[in-house]
């Protein structure tokens, strides 16, 4: 079942910060992020594995809630590079493959 | 590394007609997947490959899609006949595991 994302779109300025959220109605093995610029390949951000952890690299990290089977992703001090649509994909089976949700799409302006 | 291969970059067919895609995974992942990525939507796993065998073939609408991965490398969909409903951008991953690599994808246009 696909998990849902909210919002739906962001829209931000240089240095400004935001929060992609992802819920899952089953319980989760993994969570996915991967982020996909138009026209190009989704290139994977990060995977939070069933335990409840945080990850992060540089300015964008990610929760990942078991017992409330979400996860959120946390853009910092957002670069014009982030923009792009944010998918999340969760996994209740084990098999490390993502289902994806409809995706976020987050614009950073100047 | 070279990243996942595909072709052709954009297709555009009528309804009714064939098309196929190909792509050429990371060398040594054992893993293939096709994913169907409609406009504003995430990508949806159509099927996955290890090695040269299907594993999930589950959400291929086999009617219509076929795919192979002779030798269990290049991999071929194709769909035959087109609907309308088709439009999208095929997307082919590999992997070893976990996380996907994906290709840049093919945008199919049915008409």
């Known amino acids: 079942q696909q998990p849902v994302q909210s919002p739906q779109a962001v829209i931000l300025r240089e240095g400004e910060d935001a929060v992609i959220n992802c819920s899952s109605s089953?319980?989760?093995?993994?969570v996915h992020w991967y982020r996909q610029k138009h026209g190009e390949a989704p290139i994977f951000l990060m995977i939070l594995l069933k335990g409840g952890e945080q990850k992060g690299h540089d300015k964008i990290s990610a929760s990942f809630n078991e017992k409330k089977q979400q996860s959120s992703l946390y853009l910092t001090a957002s670069q014009l590079s982030y923009s792009g649509t944010y998918f999340c994909?969760?996994?209740?089976?084990?098999?490390?493959?993502?289902?994806f949700g409809r995706g976020t799409s987050l614009i950073v302006h100047p | 590394e070279a990243g996942v291969a595909q072709s052709p970059r954009y297709k555009i067919i009528e309804k009714r007609q064939s098309v196929a895609f190909w792509c050429n995974p990371i060398?040594?992942?054992?893993?293939l997947y096709w994913y169907q990525q409609i406009l504003g939507q995430g990508p949806k796993l159509l099927i996955q490959f290890q090695n040269n065998g299907v594993v999930d073939d589950s959400q291929l609408p086999k009617d219509r899609f076929s795919a192979e991965r002779l030798k269990g490398v290049d991999s071929t969909l194709k769909i035959q006949p087109a609907k309308l409903e088709d439009s999208a951008v095929y997307l082919c991953a590999s992997s070893l595991g976990s996380p996907l690599h994906f290709g840049n994808g093919t945008r199919l246009t049915v008409t």
């Open positions: 994909g969760t996994d209740s089976g084990g098999s490390y493959i993502p289902t």
């Open positions: 060398s040594g992942h054992a893993t």
């Open positions: 089953k319980a989760l093995y993994s």
